[in-house]
């Protein structure tokens, strides 16, 4: 009775912390300010001509991003599967860069990079006639497919490497060229894993806010969220109208996942035959090397080494009007953001406080959720889990709308909005799915016989806990730790919208500075806040590399 009483209380918290700010949207969305139940204010909405406008926007970027990216990764992930390029694992780790770079510090790097007299310009001035195409709906488009095709590369990678090549050997013996075989035998049986990346990819897409709001913005590029979030932090403050487009998205979202659950169970293959089965290698002439170097390079050019020269450099640069010149750099943006720059501090120092908080809570609130799970029954612990990892399914800007709502309402009870406590509780309810995902994965590699040796040998559940069970999820705990300091020392929308008046951390800085002028400042922080976040993942995957060697 008491575990029953636990895991109870533990669903109620959950429901409370996650359910409600989602339920707390869709009653915003059809309740009037005075109360009463208005349908057509939510249809009004979402009909007004500006919104229409907006709403196919937001597909038509998503729809363009998927294609860019496609075109990008599938070479690459066939490259990196199939032929002599699999052998350079570095190449692994290389290619998560764009994908692990804060979306709105790679735009900012790139607007920096293209814009009028910038630093394209000063390199090359003879191809100043970019600037114009890329502040464009296709410049948007190329920036956030160059962030999210890692995604779908890795994806494809991994399905390619399960396709064993004898296929294609038969397919070879039977007189199908290369060309052939990718189409008749490679392409069908990735179809399935393609369009679950397909929408995976469509989703982020329509759901990103950081790059939408540098580059979209300058080019008059409304989405999803940044309607969203104008309605809810830009005066008139209209949280129904935020409500009612947060809801659409929701929708959309939901209707992706739905789809890409069909699919999963529709175009799945199981590959099974007696020998081993492996993936071969195409042999490819000098010809091919030289294209899929050029192709690689070329990739990394644009998706690494531009905007990140272009941080680097304009974080280093003393006086912008002389730009690129010998004797125009200095270290002394990055001094002032540590000496003379109060806010900056202070910016760094929140970070740091709101990442260690939430992640701590995050790690104990995730684990008592694997907990709660592996104790209760099949279906109450489907429940618990799938509550728990609501966050991830959804927009991040719709769940902090629906934070704002509910905490603004029940503000007597719980006087937590407008304080930094609300940030807290806003990172903790988006990034509690990674430690349940992490220590659950550690869960699935313990053997139950070694808690029910524990129990024959007179151990209580708890000393079986502490003594054996926990030693050995430790590692999964950690992990999520990890990575939910990571995003939430960079995280962007969450800030901006409930941050408390001049409370300033390192995302929102940048921004600020970004778009006073202060570039070098920004970007300096921007340099700092990329450091610290790679460095944090380096060691993490050394730790876990370290623990696996160990375990072996």
Known sequence: MKKKALIAILTAFLIFLIVCPLLSIFARAVISEDGSLDIIQAAETITEEGNLRMIGSSILLGILVV?????????????????????????????????????????????????????????????????????????????????????????????????????????????????????????PL???????????????????YGTPSTLGRRIGFDVFTTDIHRYAAVAPIEFGKSASLAS?????????????????????????????????????????????????????????????????????????????????????????????????????????????????????????IVLAVRNAGKKA?????????????LPSIVLVIGIMLFYNTIHRIIPAYNTIWMMVIAYVILFVPYTVQYVTSSFTQISPSLAAAGRVAGGTPFYVFRRITLPLIMRGIMTGWMMTFIIAF?????????????TLVVSTYIVREFEQGSVALGM???????FLTTTSLILLNWAVDRGRGKAS
């Open 248 to 368: 659409v998205l929701v929708g959309i979202c939901l209707l992706m996942w739905l789809i890409q659950n069909f699919i999963t169970m529709r175009r799945s293959y199981s590959l099974v035959g007696g020998r081993n089965q492996r993936a071969g290698l195409t042999k490819l002439g000098k010809a091919g090397m030289a294209a899929g170097w050029g192709f690689i390079i070329l990739v990394l050019s644009v998706s690494i080494v531009i905007p990140y020269f272009s941080i680097i450099a304009s974080s280093l640069i003393d006086l912008r009007g002389y730009g690129l010149r010998a004797g125009n750099f200095t270290l002394h943006h990055y001094a002032e953001l540590f000496t003379e720059n109060d806010k900056g501090w202070s910016a760094l120092m929140n970070s740091l406080f709101l990442s260690a908080v939430s992640a701590t809570i995050c790690a104990l609130l995730g684990t008592l």
């Open 67 to 187: 294609l860019v990216s496609s075109i990008i990764a599938l070479p690459l992930a066939w490259f990196f599967s199939r032929t002599r390029f699999s052998r350079w694992k570095a190449f692994d780790i290389i290619f998560m860069i764009p994908f692990m770079t804060p979306p709105y510090i790679a735009s900012m790097g790139w607007i920096l990079f293209m814009q009028k007299r910038g630093l394209l310009t000063q390199l090359a001035p003879s191809l100043s006639f970019m600037t114009d195409a890329f502040f464009s709906l296709g410049g948007l488009v190329a920036v956030m497919s160059f962030h999210v095709f890692p995604f779908m590369m890795t994806m494809m990678k991994n399905a390619m490497l399960r396709i064993p090549s004898s296929l294609e050997e038969a397919g070879a013996v039977s007189g199908a060229g290369l060309l052939m075989r990718i189409r008749r035998i490679l392409l």
């Open 524 to 530: 300096s922080m921007a340099v700092i806040c990329v």
């Open 490 to 502: 960079r995280e962007l929308v969450t800030a901006s919208l409930i941050a408390p008046p001049d």
């Open 381 to 393: 612990g489907r429940a618990i889990e799938a509550i728990g990892l609501i966050p991830e399914m």
């Open 190 to 208: 990735l179809s399935g894993n393609y369009a679950i990346g397909a929408l995976l990819v469509f989703v982020k897409t329509i759901s990103e």
